[in-house]
């Protein structure tokens, strides 16, 4: 096994078996959204500027209002000089100001004038239901659409926010909307590749809005209803009205009094409240007996229990680690005869305490802070390091679509080995040869790029499997339905080089 390092685990290239996934796409929604996120660039006091994207949350007047991360427009150290807005399709950048912002959950509320040919899809903010597949909008200040299905789904709170797993996200997508099939549902707080910190919508909602005031700004898709913002003497009482019997039912614990208080004020100011807490109260119970359910489930650990739990709670947010399960069983059903021959062993999942722990002292990074527990599904890996004669294996297969300028090899326009000293491989008469004796050492002088092209070509060449990966130019995702090899995840790695614990 090879030495533990959190930020290169593509070095030490392990393969990993993957189960079918079972995701769909939103991209439809989140096309007919992407009007809405705009792009923003800020500039501090000492010359740093940071980017991101945010997405209009409401418009009065003249005015837009627009939700994002806040470190992305303001800095501890350092005051902002200027917030830029750019919107999709233009050149042309707009002045911002920052309304307000909550450093706890590192969120924050824009204020600009809207241009007067400025047209976004409102009523597009959505409280999302449970059992979430979302797409998200934007980044690296592009508004870039994932091309195939992207699936995301709750992991852990960490700091009051919301871990959600999710392929195809990179660095630069700080304040991006995540979308299901109704609208936006969450605001990215942080990126970290395939995973991303995230803050509810309704959560952004509550902490941007103060008792009642601004409630303008938030516009969230209840049922079809519209709201009605205008002013008169007559609105004005029956507002007054609505927030003292409001503030007369708020704290009930019956779902029915907040019914009734729908039924009186179904386009007030506190309607989307009063379905909340109806829902919440409903769901309570559901909740329960749901829990209940999963933890026998899980105590028992057997496919037709998981199978059950999929068909009696379609709707639950544990759908996502329940199919995981249902897919891991039943790929260990067919491979379990197999991954001895392939150089494969069988990791059994469970919690784990991942990052900078006890025993490593003061040998930490700041990117392995704090430690935290995760919990890891079981999977098969090899047993061994992809070695020197296997990758050659794989570039002379490929040789035909390889390109060597100056010791680089380069393939889709890509490098993804360097023919160095210390790669001990040389490229004489036509192929890549290996020096004597170095042909059982483990492969290196690859990147990541390098690693999932082997992982498809081995996937399709040598086992008939369907390949994991689809990579197109720069954008890497993966089939939904593939049996493939894969890399191993950071969490999957880390806990597979600490033995399983």
């Known amino acids: 096994m090879c030495e533990l390092h959190p930020i290169r685990p593509y070095i030490c290239f392990f393969l990993t078996l993957i189960g079918l996934l079972n995701l769909k796409a939103q991209t439809q929604i989140a096309e007919s959204l992407s009007n809405n996120v705009v792009a923003i660039s800020a500039t501090f006091e000492d010359g740093h500027r940071e980017y991101g994207l945010s997405f209009v949350t409401g418009e009065r007047g003249q005015q837009l209002y627009l939700a994002t991360a806040a470190h992305v427009v303001q800095n501890e150290y350092s005051g902002t000089s200027s917030i830029e807005i750019q919107f999709r399709g233009e050149i042309r950048r707009y002045s911002a100001q920052l309304l307000r912002q909550d450093a706890n959950f590192d969120v924050a509320l824009l204020e600009m004038t809207r241009p007067n040919d400025y047209r976004w899809k409102q009523n597009c903010l959505a409280v999302p239901g449970l059992g979430q597949q979302v797409a998200f909008i934007g980044r690296e200040r592009r508004w870039f659409i994932p091309p195939e299905a992207v699936h995301g789904a709750i992991t852990e709170i960490r700091y009051n926010r919301l871990m959600v797993d999710i392929i195809s996200i990179r660095p630069g997508t700080s304040g991006a909307p995540l979308v299901n099939n109704q609208g936006i549902t969450r605001l990215v707080i942080e990126d970290q590749g395939s995973t991303a910190e995230v803050v509810a919508i309704e959560q952004v909602r509550d902490i941007l809005t103060n008792s009642g005031q601004f409630n303008y700004v938030f516009t969230l898709h209840t049922a079809g209803i519209d709201y009605d913002l205008s002013i008169n003497d007559s609105e004005l009482e029956r507002m007054q009205q609505e927030l003292k019997d409001w503030q007369a039912i708020k704290n009930s614990e019956n779902a029915t009094v907040f019914r009734n208080f729908f039924r009186r004020y179904p386009r007030g100011s506190f309607s989307e409240r009063a379905i909340e807490r109806i829902e919440g109260l409903e769901a309570r119970q559901a909740q329960a007996r749901e829990l209940l359910h999963w933890k026998i489930i899980e105590e028992k650990d057997e496919l037709k229990f998981y199978k059950d739990f999929v068909e009696r709670f379609p ?100 490098v993804i080995f360097e023919l160095s000293e210390a790669s001990k491989v040389t490229f004489t008469r036509g192929s890549f040869n290996i020096q004597n004796g170095y042909e059982r050492h483990p492969v290196n002088e690859v990147n990541w790029y390098s690693a999932i092209e082997y992982c498809n070509w081995l996937s399709q060449k040598k086992n008939g499997r369907r390949p994991y990966y689809q990579i197109n130019g720069s954008d890497v995702s993966f089939h939904a339905l593939a049996n493939g090899y894969r890399l191993p995840s950071e969490a999957e790695w880390e806990y597979a080089a600490r033995g399983g614990y």
Do not use: W
Request: proline share 2%; net charge positive.
């Open 315 to 414: 709707n639950s947010n544990r759908l996502g680690l329940a199919r995981r399960r249902i897919n891991e069983l039943e790929a260990y059903h067919t491979i379990d005869s197999s991954i001895t021959k392939e150089g494969f062993i069988r990791v059994e999942g469970g919690p784990f305490l991942m990052g900078c722990t006890k025993e490593q002292g003061t040998d930490c990074t700041i990117n392995e802070r704090p430690a935290h527990k995760v919990n890891v599904g079981s999977f098969a890996i090899r047993k061994f390091e992809v070695t020197k004669k296997e990758y050659v294996e794989f570039l002379n297969a490929k040789i035909g679509q390889l390109n060597i300028k100056n010791d680089d090899v380069s393939m889709r326009g890509k």
